[in-house]
Structures are given as structure tokens and as C-alpha cells.
């Protein structure tokens, strides 16, 4: 078993990568990433930050392939009340659009 770790190409400074799953047999390369605590949720519309969170989702998200292999990174994320926008929304981790199935780097 390979002990190497794909996490210097995946820069993202909202989240953090906690797990890491290479299948060969199918070339697929899945990645486990959550909120990282240390940063308080931001609104993804007017950019405030909140304390308030409403719940918890996961969603799969495709990334960029490295060299042959897909990458899939799932992630949770949390949707949060932004009062200035009086709303529920999705926290902006800076990688993914709030309703997006890829990444931006796509």
C-alpha cells in the first residue's frame, strides 16, 4: 500500500482533506473533505461571516484528473442563516460554486 499523499495539489484553505482513497482497478481517486473549523462560515452571496449554523450537507464534487486518474472530492459543507441577507444559504468553502457539481478549477 502506497503511502504517498495527493494533498499538496489540492490547495484549499476553507476545508480540510481528512481521507484519501485511490481505486485502481477503476482509475478513480476519492477524497474526504470537511469545514475547517478554524474559520468561522461566510455567506456566499454578501461574503459576512455567521456563527449561525441551519444543517449539514455532503455533496460529491469532480475536481481536476490527476494525470489519468478522476478525482472525486466529497464534501461536507454547512448551510448557514446570513442575517444581512435574510436568508439560508450555502457557505462559501471558495472552491465550488454554492450549487455546483465541479470544482472552479474545472
Known sequence: ???????????????RI??????TDSDILKLTAV???GFSPKCHVCGSKTQRIHSQEKRSIRD???CSTRVWIN??????????????????????????RVTRRL
Request: hydrophobic letters at 40%; one cysteine or more.
Open 1 to 15: 500500500m502506497s503511502t504517498l499523499s495527493v494533498l499538496p495539489y489540492f490547495p484549499f484553505r476553507l476545508v
Open 18 to 23: 481528512i481521507k484519501q482513497t485511490v481505486s
Open 35 to 37: 469545514p475547517d473549523q
Open 64 to 66: 481536476l484528473d490527476i
Open 75 to 100: 464534501c461536507s459543507y454547512r448551510k448557514i442563516v446570513c442575517m444581512p441577507c435574510n436568508r439560508i444559504v450555502v457557505e462559501d468553502l471558495e472552491f465550488f460554486e454554492p450549487y455546483s
